[in-house]
């Protein structure tokens, strides 16, 4: 199944800590991640903004789903999902607090 990360911007009137604290658990309870893990299974939190989901669905029906989602309380929220082919990172903080 492929693997996507999904970018997100919350513009219009933008309550931050409310409408990111509502982002993350709209996203979560549906199925999408904020973190990623690496080879040593270490897990690290993705940037505030940055998801990613594993499924069947395409590109298009992912970002379809996700703009709905965030329509419910966000009124023109910006939305990328791109496919994962792979990753590198540096600098993101592990989600055991280390």
Not at 26 to 33: D, K, L, Q, T, V
Not at 56 to 83: C, H, I, K, N, W
Request: hydrophobic fraction near 35%; aromatic fraction near 10%; glycine fraction near 8%.
């Amino acid at each position: 199944m492929p693997v996507y990360d999904i970018s997100i911007e919350l513009r219009g009137q933008v309550d931050a800590a409310g409408d990111y604290r509502r982002l993350r658990e709209a996203m979560n309870n549906s199925g999408f991640r904020h973190s990623i893990t690496d080879n040593d299974e270490k897990c690290y939190w993705l940037p505030r903004d940055v998801f990613t989901y594993q499924g069947s669905m395409s590109s298009q029906e992912l970002m379809e789903r996700v703009y709905d989602l965030l329509t419910d309380f966000v009124p023109a929220p910006g939305v990328m999902v791109t496919e994962s082919v792979g990753r590198a990172w540096r600098g993101l903080r592990p989600m055991d607090g280390a």
